[in-house]
C-alpha cells in the first residue's frame, strides 16, 4: 500500500504513525507539509497528517477531494494528551477526514473499561453552564468576536454560567464567571452548551447532559440534548471513542495503524466478544409440603 505521510521532519506522533507502518511490512513517503502546495496530490492510496492546520488542512481538504482517504492524528478525548508532558502517556485522536471522527461502527469496551472512567448517574441542581472553546480551533474556526458573541447569546438565552477555555481567556462575555477547574465547574452544571468542544463528553461522563450547536463536529454529537442519555448508550459510545484515539506507543507497535488499516478505513467492525451462555440449571427436586397444592 501506498501510504503518504505529510508533517514536519521532527512532528513526534506522525513518526509513530510511520514507525508503525514500518513494523507491518509498508514503505511510507515522508512528506513536508509546510512545503505543500495546494493541489499538489500525489498518488498514495492513504495519506496520514498531523492536525488540520494551515497546510494540514490544504493536504487534508486537496486529498478527500480526490477520493483518498485522509488521517488525521490530533488531541484524543478520554486520557488525552494536554500539552509536552503527556505527549508519551496521553491519547492521541487517529480519525479519518477531518476532526472528531470516531468509528461509525459498534466496538468493543476493552479500550473503554482500560482507561478506569467511569459513567456517573444524572446529578440534580446546578446552573446552565456555558463552555468557551479555544478561539481559532479548527474543529469550529470562531473567531474571538465570534466565540463571544455566541457565548454571550447562550449565557442570555439560558441565564447561564460561562467558563473561557484556558488558552483563550481574551473571551469576554457579561455573565458569571467559572474560571475554575472543568471538573468543579460541571458539578455546579445542570446542563453543558458548547459549540463541539470534549468538555460536552466529560460533562455526560459525569451525569450532566449536553448540547452541542455544532453536533457533526463533535465526537459526542449524536448523544447530544438537553437530557442525559441512557447509561447504556453513553457506554457504547465511550467505547467507540476509545477505539478512535491511541497512545504513541501503540503506534509505533503497529496495533493502531492495525486498526486503521484493516478496520476503520474498510468500515469492518471489530469482532465484539463472545457473550458466554450461561449453563441450563437442573431444576431443584422440590418436595411439596403435606396439605399444600401452590
Same mark, same amino acid.
Given at each position: 500500500m501506498?501510504? !503518504?505521510?505529510?508533517?514536519?521532519?521532527?512532528?513526534?506522533?506522525?513518526?509513530?504513525?510511520?514507525?508503525?507502518?514500518?513494523?507491518?511490512?509498508?514503505?511510507? /513517503?515522508?512528506?513536508? =507539509?509546510?512545503?505543500?502546495?495546494?493541489?499538489? =496530490?500525489?498518488?498514495?492510496?492513504?495519506?496520514?497528517v498531523s492536525g488540520v492546520r494551515d497546510k494540514g488542512g490544504q493536504v487534508c481538504r486537496d486529498y478527500t477531494e480526490a477520493g483518498i482517504q485522509v488521517v488525521v492524528i490530533d488531541? !484524543?478525548?478520554?486520557?488525552? =494528551?494536554?500539552?509536552?508532558?503527556?505527549?508519551?502517556?496521553?491519547?492521541?485522536?487517529? @480519525?479519518?477526514?477531518?476532526?472528531?471522527?470516531?468509528?461509525?461502527?459498534?466496538?468493543?469496551?476493552?479500550?473503554?473499561?482500560a482507561l478506569g472512567v467511569k459513567l456517573m448517574p444524572a446529578k440534580a441542581g446546578g446552573r446552565p453552564l456555558v463552555l468557551g472553546q479555544h478561539v481559532g480551533d479548527p474543529s469550529h474556526g470562531y473567531t474571538e468576536c465570534g466565540m463571544a458573541a455566541w457565548a454571550q447569546s447562550k449565557c442570555d438565552e439560558h441565564g447561564a454560567v460561562f467558563r473561557p477555555h484556558p488558552h483563550s481567556p481574551g473571551v469576554k462575555v457579561d455573565a458569571d464567571q467559572s474560571v475554575g477547574p472543568l471538573a468543579d465547574a460541571l458539578s455546579a452544571a445542570s446542563v453543558v452548551y458548547t459549540l463541539c468542544s470534549t468538555g460536552g463528553l466529560e460533562a455526560m461522563i459525569a451525569?450532566?447532559? +449536553? =448540547?452541542?450547536?455544532?453536533?457533526?463536529? +463533535?465526537?459526542?454529537?449524536?448523544?447530544?440534548?438537553?437530557?442525559?442519555?441512557?447509561?447504556?448508550?453513553?457506554?457504547?459510545?465511550?467505547?467507540?471513542?476509545?477505539? @478512535?484515539?491511541?497512545?504513541?506507543?501503540?503506534?509505533?507497535?503497529?496495533?493502531?495503524?492495525?486498526?486503521?488499516?484493516? /478496520?476503520?478505513?474498510? !468500515?469492518?467492525g471489530v469482532a465484539m466478544p463472545a457473550v458466554r451462555a450461561q449453563p441450563d440449571r437442573p431444576a431443584k427436586n422440590r418436595r411439596r409440603k403435606r396439605g399444600t397444592d401452590h
Open positions: 501506498r501510504v !503518504g505521510v505529510y508533517a514536519r521532519s521532527d512532528n513526534l506522533e506522525a513518526g509513530a504513525f510511520r514507525s508503525g507502518l514500518l513494523a507491518l511490512g509498508h514503505r511510507p /513517503h515522508w512528506r513536508s =507539509v509546510s512545503d505543500y502546495g495546494q493541489g499538489q =496530490v500525489e498518488q498514495f492510496e492513504v495519506v496520514v488531541y !484524543g478525548y478520554l486520557d488525552r =494528551v494536554s500539552g509536552v508532558d503527556t505527549w508519551e502517556t496521553g491519547h492521541w485522536q487517529v @480519525g479519518l477526514g477531518g476532526l472528531n471522527r470516531i468509528p461509525s461502527f459498534e466496538c468493543p469496551g476493552d479500550r473503554f473499561d451525569g450532566v447532559p +449536553a =448540547v452541542a450547536d455544532l453536533p457533526d463536529r +463533535a465526537c459526542w454529537g449524536e448523544l447530544s440534548g438537553p437530557a442525559l442519555p441512557s447509561r447504556a448508550a453513553l457506554r457504547a459510545l465511550c467505547a467507540r471513542i476509545a477505539y @478512535g484515539q491511541w497512545t504513541l506507543d501503540e503506534m509505533r507497535s503497529g496495533q493502531c495503524v492495525d486498526f486503521v488499516l484493516n /478496520h476503520l478505513i474498510p !468500515g469492518i
